[in-house]
């Protein structure tokens, strides 16, 4: 493992291959495990993490999907200790293995003084909405100061040169120093909050939706900016998005979460091209493909479970197209896919492997009462 | 206004319902500033047929739906329903034009009010405008449109309780109440998850068909337009830049925008083409391209030259009126031979 932060083009390569090993690899720098987050409601615990386990290795781009109220969010601030009552952390350990930490630490059992010096300084967040996550009354470059003096010791006018270096970094002209936030476009805005999570150079950057709200041609060349400034500086990246078709370009594992668990985990191609759990097989089916062929499309019929009330075995029974009563029964355990060379790529359906045919037309148990369309019968590649 | 004469791909599905012609909107921003927020668009919507109007954000597509809603005042060009102008100075006008053409919007966590129910959001249209209908009768059948069912069971519901999905289906239903030949949806589906996406757009399909709604279809996803859209109509800067049939247009763009539009829709069909690592597009300048012009929009000359990789000295200067390529289609480019040879090479 080597330590330095040289402009090395081969760390994206060895980040790939060091994630598609061991999950425990001494390369994790982030190690969720066993992680249960609940929401404490009137009407009863609502389950919203439910014993995740999730390995960032060091250079890597791991990829988090899933739908509004998967619990992807939840799992991340979770993880994070940004969470706050009634989100109750029941379960878990989070280990970060910092290179500028001696040793391994568990977020979980810091105390507010030491989690402060860690965030941002080693684990910075980009949030989802620049609009609402940026002071509307300061100017970008009093935000940018505020950041880099809450964590690091630096006297004023080194760190207002050090604010307009990193607007370079994001490719914002220096002269924007000066503008409020509402004088940016959405797209600029993004990029100031991407300069402000690297103002410490942290190891790990979490990104939760940083694209959603724009456009297609600026979400590319923002995906762009990341993807190189992780290559010229070194970070991990943990991306939450609800879009599959942007992270199978952008990242190297991808982790599909539905319900509070996670349903499958694989590399990129291998999310794609061996895909095995039914939710992703009908993820992978919802997006409008530009290139090629137009297939028949079918999206996933049905909503997500509530949580208050769980339903017993796979959560995903039933919107599943291939669901039997045996799948009530299923423990949700992650085991390797038979048929996968790779033992890290990791399914949650014992049942379901990537060739298995779509059943013929049936309505699973429970089908939900709205939105049942008459194209259910098409969930498939 | 321009010399050519299309023919809308939309045309075929059934009667024309509406148009635009050379419509435009300015705003002024201050200083004496002039924002052309629409410039001279015109465009045509069928009944029971799409037209997609694609852009980014700040390309007037919005601004174009609330001009075809009668919420904003036209600056030039005009509107017109079913062959007759539009008038919408009155409050009886505007609501028997209301009662024609709806509007759909973006966001279904703010468009319906936190404060009342389902049943409220649907009642008042039914008896604003169909003032002889069985009301409660009438609102379970429009929740039955759009499969809220059983109606009673989301009737007393209030917008917090209702999933995101399930909201735009309250909107959609809000504006089937009116029976409008016209629906104008605005970026309908641009909130939801992507995994409801595609139900949203197959349950407006199913509206457009069973009422033979015209539709327009505003969005900056370019490859929803492939699958939704008869006619796509791609805008920049208040202008259309490219119009035609909808898989020609995603699968041959013409234009140099139109061209940077589909190269930046994620791919999944061509893994690990773009983004990740060393295998960096080749096509870097249009990347580079693609950064936003800090000085924004040009006042004179091609309104995309400033990103565009083929313009000179007659872009910067004078703004391309649309040009034919075929029967169907046209893009206001003057490079088209050298932007999208094959395309123009086509008999």
């Known amino acids: 493992m080597s330590t330095d932060r040289t402009l090395d083009p081969a760390i994206l390569a060895t980040g790939r291959a060091r994630a598609s090993s061991a999950d425990l690899s001494p390369d994790t720098v982030l190690d969720i495990r066993d992680l249960s987050v609940a929401y404490r409601t009137p009407g009863g615990d609502v389950r919203a993490v439910d014993r995740v386990n999730l390995a960032l290795g060091a250079g890597e781009v791991l990829g988090l999907v899933g739908e509004s109220g998967s619990g992807k969010s939840t799992l991340v601030y979770g993880a994070t200790r940004l969470l706050r009552a009634p989100a109750l952390i029941t379960n878990g350990s989070v280990i970060y293995r910092g290179r500028r930490l001696s040793r391994p630490v568990d977020l979980l059992e810091m105390g507010p003084e030491e989690l402060r010096r860690l965030r941002w300084r080693e684990i910075a967040i980009v949030f989802q909405s620049a609009m609402n996550a940026l002071n509307p009354v300061l100017r970008v470059r009093d935000q940018l100061v505020d950041a880099i003096h809450a964590h690091l010791k630096m006297p004023r006018d080194e760190a207002r040169e050090k604010a307009a270096s990193l607007?370079?970094?994001?490719?914002?002209?220096?002269?924007?120093?000066?503008?409020?936030?509402?004088?940016?476009?959405?797209?600029?805005?993004?990029?100031?909050?991407?300069?402000?999570?690297?103002?410490?150079?942290?190891?790990?950057?979490?990104?939760?939706?940083?694209?959603?709200?724009?456009?297609?041609?600026?979400?590319?060349?923002?995906?762009?900016?990341?993807?190189?400034?992780?290559?010229?500086?070194?970070?991990?990246?943990?991306?939450?998005?609800?879009?599959?078709?942007?992270?199978l370009e952008l990242a190297d594992r991808i982790a599909v979460m539905y319900a509070g668990q996670l349903l499958e985990v694989g590399t990129a191609e291998e999310i794609q091209h061996e895909t095995s759990h039914p939710y992703t097989k009908g993820l992978l089916n919802s997006f409008p493909s530009l290139h090629g062929p137009?297939?028949?499309?079918?999206?996933?019929?049905?909503?997500?479970?509530?949580?208050?009330?769980?339903?017993?075995?796979?959560?995903?029974?039933?919107?599943?197209?291939?669901?039997?009563?045996?799948?009530?029964?299923?423990?949700?355990?992650?085991?390797?896919?038979?048929?996968?060379?790779?033992?890290?790529?990791?399914?949650?359906?014992?049942?379901?492997?990537?060739?298995?045919?779509?059943?013929?037309?049936?309505?699973?148990?429970?089908?939900?009462?709205?939105?049942?369309?008459?194209?259910?019968?098409?969930?498939?590649? | 206004m321009t010399e050519l004469t299309l023919t809308s791909a939309a045309?075929?599905?059934?009667?024309?319902?509406?148009?635009?012609?050379?419509?435009?909107?300015?705003?002024?921003?201050?200083?004496?500033?002039?924002?052309?927020?629409?410039?001279?668009?015109?465009?045509?919507?069928?009944?029971?047929?799409?037209?997609?109007?694609?852009?980014?954000?700040?390309s007037g597509k919005s601004t174009a739906a609330r001009l075809l809603a009668g919420q904003e005042r036209l600056t030039s060009g005009r509107i017109q329903l079913d062959g007759k102008p539009v008038k919408v100075a009155s409050r009886g006008d505007f609501r028997r034009y209301k009662s024609e053409v709806q509007l759909v919007f973006q966001d279904p966590f703010s468009s319906l009010n936190p404060v009342h129910t389902v049943r409220y959001h649907l009642e008042r249209p039914v008896k604003l405008h169909q003032p002889d209908a069985n009301v409660s009768q009438e609102v379970a059948a429009l929740l039955d449109q759009v499969r809220l069912t059983p109606a009673q069971q989301f009737l007393p519901k209030y917008p917090h309780e209702l999933s995101g999905g399930q909201r735009q289906r309250v909107s959609f239903a809000r504006a089937l109440a009116a029976r409008p030949a016209v629906l104008l949806a605005d970026e309908p589906v641009?909130?939801?998850?992507?995994?409801?996406?595609?139900?949203?757009?197959?349950?407006?399909?199913?509206?457009?068909?069973?009422?033979?709604?015209?539709?327009?279809?505003?969005?900056?996803?370019?490859?929803?337009?492939?699958?939704?859209?008869?006619?796509?109509?791609?805008?920049?800067?208040?202008?259309?830049?490219?119009?035609?049939p909808a898989e020609e247009i995603t699968q041959h763009p013409a234009h140099p925008y139109t061209q940077l539009l589909v190269a930046s829709a994620p791919d999944p069909d061509n893994l690990g083409s773009a983004l990740r690592g060393s295998a960096r597009r080749a096509q870097g300048s249009q990347s580079a391209s693609a950064r936003r012009n800090p000085e924004g929009v040009p006042a004179v000359g091609c309104p995309f030259s400033p990103r565009c990789p083929f313009a000179d000295d007659r872009c910067r200067q004078d703004d391309p009126p649309l040009m034919q390529i075929s029967p169907t289609r046209g893009a206001a480019c003057w490079h088209l031979d050298i932007a999208a040879p094959e395309v123009v090479a086509a008999p």
């Open chain 1, 167 to 247: 607007l370079d970094l994001v490719g914002i002209p220096r002269s924007r120093l000066r503008s409020y936030p509402h004088e940016l476009s959405g797209g600029m805005r993004q990029r100031v909050m991407i300069a402000m999570a690297l103002a410490t150079e942290p190891e790990v950057v979490i990104m939760d939706e940083p694209t959603t709200a724009l456009d297609v041609v600026v979400q590319r060349d923002i995906l762009a900016q990341i993807v190189e400034l992780k290559e010229r500086l070194g970070f991990s990246i943990l991306f939450i998005t609800h879009d599959l078709s942007l992270l």
């Open chain 2, 11 to 58: 045309a075929e599905r059934g009667p024309l319902a509406m148009e635009a012609i050379s419509i435009g909107k300015d705003f002024r921003i201050g200083r004496g500033q002039i924002l052309h927020a629409v410039r001279d668009v015109s465009f045509n919507l069928y009944r029971g047929a799409v037209v997609a109007l694609v852009g980014e954000s700040g």
């Open chain 1, 294 to 381: 137009r297939r028949e499309l079918a999206g996933i019929p049905g909503s997500p479970p509530d949580l208050r009330y769980p339903p017993p075995g796979c959560p995903f029974l039933p919107r599943c197209p291939y669901g039997t009563t045996a799948c009530e029964e299923v423990d949700m355990q992650l085991l390797p896919v038979i048929t996968s060379s790779d033992p890290a790529h990791v399914t949650a359906c014992p049942f379901v492997l990537p060739d298995t045919p779509v059943p013929e037309i049936r309505t699973p148990p429970g089908a939900s009462e709205a939105g049942d369309l008459s194209t259910v019968a098409e969930l498939g590649p």
């Open chain 2, 190 to 244: 641009s909130m939801l998850d992507v995994s409801i996406r595609l139900e949203m757009l197959a349950l407006l399909d199913d509206l457009r068909q069973r009422f033979r709604l015209a539709m327009l279809y505003i969005t900056h996803d370019i490859a929803s337009a492939r699958y939704f859209a008869d006619e796509v109509l791609v805008m920049y800067a208040g202008e259309i830049v490219e119009r035609g």
